[in-house]
């Protein structure tokens, strides 16, 4: 019988996987592109086989066999995969927005092919981002920018804004933006001052009971520092989830509550709020 593993050797192997990592390498699809190899080249050989089969009876072969195109690990994977932080945001966010149909719509920083394009399929929406983005889709318009340095003309300039999971990259050199330890802050500060009285300001940030800055990735926030520190007296908060580290979803949760104290212990989820501004 095969001896388990030890402390040092578990320790080792995570070193490896985080050290190839960095490198571009996915351990976890290696090892499940290694296991679909097998029935891959079975499977081929039996399609060439009824191929052969059809050809020997007269039969025309509609579909002829094109180059391969291996997908080795798909049959390992959930299907559909409505799984992982981005999908219950994304979606979380989109049906916030999506019952609350502000005039206009603009977003900092989310994901275009998740959030952007849910609201895309209802509604305009504005897409502002420090690296230049081009897309012919219907209902998205790209500007380029850094929230760290709010133009003036943005000031309370739309009633309705979203930033998921961007945030916490601000500042951090990680997609071409200067490095400055407060950038989180300023585009906080920007962020809030481009709602206008009234509105809402959709966000997400990773969370969790050790606040903390992974470099050069993203910061992790503690839900009090939120709560007590940034939301101030410009914003209430309307709504409320959260995604913990299994990768499920619990929405309208109080983030005040005696669970909240602790960041419901979380070592890395998400936040999602929905907060609105205070009319003057």
Sequence with gaps: MARP???????????????????????????????GLSPFLRNRSELRR?????????????????????????????GGQPVGTYFHMDLWAAQQLFRARPERHVDVGSSVRGF??????????????????????????????DLMQLDESLVESTPSLSCLHALEHFGLGRYGDPVEYDGWRKGWDNLVRMVQ??????????????????????????????VNEMVGEAMSIEAFAYIDDDDEI????????EAAKDTFGLKWGAGLFVFQKHAV
Excluded: W
């Design 197 to 226: 009285p009234g509105g809402r300001f959709y966000f997400a940030v990773p969370i969790g009971a050790r606040q903390r800055i992974e470099f050069d990735a993203h910061r992790v926030f503690s839900l009090p520092f939120i």
């Design 116 to 145: 952007c394009a849910h609201v895309a399929s209802f509604m305009e929406i504005e897409i502002f981002d420090i690296r230049p983005t081009r897309s012919s889709a219907a209902n998205m318009s790209f500007r380029t920018a």
């Design 50 to 78: 009824q191929m052969a089969s059809k050809e020997a009876m007269g039969d025309p072969l509609d579909f002829p066999l094109g180059k391969i195109y291996p997908c080795l690990k798909d049959r390992f994977d959930p």
């Design 5 to 35: 593993l030890g402390r040092g050797y578990k320790e080792i192997v995570r070193k490896l996987k985080n050290a190839l990592h960095l490198l571009g390498v996915d351990t976890t699809a290696m090892v499940k592109n290694i296991r």
């Design 250 to 257: 619990h929405p309208d949760v109080d983030p005040r509550g």
